[in-house]
């Protein structure tokens, strides 16, 4: 199933929050700009920002497999997927799978609850 270590899953859980916490950072639920790029237009204005960069750091740092399982286990905590599914949602996070996984995940606002809803679900699975 997931192949990432639950340190570093908590790790990300915790600077998502608190990125996605700060006062000045809104990423729009519905585009506001037609090209695919949206989210890296948002998240540009963050570059900067000490914590995003951590957390962007990271998600960059894991392995691919390791950055398709979070994505996957995104899609299971959001909904998108059933954790019976886990197998669907890992291989098209896959097949989606580029070199903006960092920015794709931090343009998601409720990350970090979808990351937590995710693992409860997958838990609850493998009990």
């Known amino acids: 199933m997931l192949n990432i270590d639950r340190d570093t899953l908590q790790a990300i859980m915790d600077k998502s929050r608190e990125f ?6 809104s990423i729009p639920e519905v ?6 790029d949206w989210a890296m237009q948002v998240l540009a204005d963050h570059a900067d920002d000490a914590v995003y960069s951590e957390a962007a750091g990271i998600i960059r740092d894991l392995e691919p497999d390791q950055q398709v399982g979070l994505v ?16 669907d949602a ?6 989606a ?3 903006r996984t960092a920015e794709y995940l931090l343009a998601t606002p409720l990350l970090s609850d979808y990351l937590r809803e995710g693992l409860d679900a997958l838990d609850t699975l493998e009990e």
Request: hydrophobic fraction near 40%.
């Open 20 to 25: 996605h916490a700060k006062e000045a950072v």
């Open 72 to 87: 996957a286990l995104m899609w299971v905590g959001r909904g998108d997927f059933d954790a019976s599914e886990w197998d």
């Open 31 to 36: 585009p506001t700009s037609p090209t695919d």
């Open 90 to 95: 890992f291989d098209y996070a896959a097949d």
């Open 97 to 99: 799978h580029n070199e």
